[in-house]
């Protein structure tokens, strides 16, 4: 598990070793949804998700 | 040659890494890609990063997926679904025209393009009736109207909507059924499996992301013919095909082309994801 930092309220947000790039984590101090990201080097980031659009589903 | 596959996403959901893990199991190797990540020269689209031989595309943003499908089969990659499925089944209006042409029974539905007429429909359909959104899921602002006085609110908050698409009236009998509906899944003309999904006890829609409960449904004959024929009446592909139980028989409501599996898998003993990989595969070696 990596400990990362919430870029909204600095809370601690658990992201699995696992994860994938575009996998969606959220803050359980605050709840806001972030969507992980791995640049070149393979290093992480967390990046505001997008929120559900009229379009979204099936 | 050993042909490659990739997945097309722009939100990593259960299905997306129910697919990885799968295609590892399998030992296949795919490539997943965030369709968000990179711009297009559409006047070169050979420049296009590798994306294999097949492409399964996975966006949950309709539009998305389906104008990168265009782009896509423009470099003459092999998309599932593609571009004329996705097209048809993500609009409401354009699946019932197509259900209709190849007879295969659908609710009545009217489309109208101005309140007043959309009004009018209402009074011919009778209420209680349905307004949809043309396009859109999860039975987001999907409206039981039961009279006028709520036909005139729910038109009149459309109205609103500074969204042209939301203009555009979709009104469908309401269906006397038992309180769920059934949803098939079918890779072209192979019926994969089937469910049923319940309301749940605050709500009328059968939505899973609304509630639904979800429980195995048997494939009878007729369940099948009219899944293959609602499958090749879109132009086939990987397909959930959503039906009703009316007194007079099984009607096709509506037909899903980037299909969620989730709440289908813990109802079957169908693995879901297995099969779709296998119809890539197959389609892969011709």
Redesign the interface.
Known sequence: MVDCKCPECDGDVDVPDDA?????VSCPDCGEEF?ISFNEKKELSLKK??VV?????? | MQRSLSILYDRVRWEEKTLLEKAKEKRINVKLIDAKSFPINLTNVNSLEDFGDYVIQRCVGYFRGLHLTAILEAKNLSVVNSFHTSLICGNKLLTTLHLTKANIPTPKTYAAFSTESALDALSEIGYPAISKPIIGSWGRLISLIRDRNGAETVLEHREMMNNSLLKIYYIQEMVRRPPRDIRIIVMDENVVTAIYRSSSSNSWRTNVALGAKVSPCRVNDEIRDLAIRASNAVGGGILAVDAMESKEGILIHEINSTIEFKGASSASKVDIAEEILDYVLQKLKR
């Open positions: 994938l790039d575009g996998e969606i969507e998700a997008e659009a009229e379009d979204w589903g099936e």
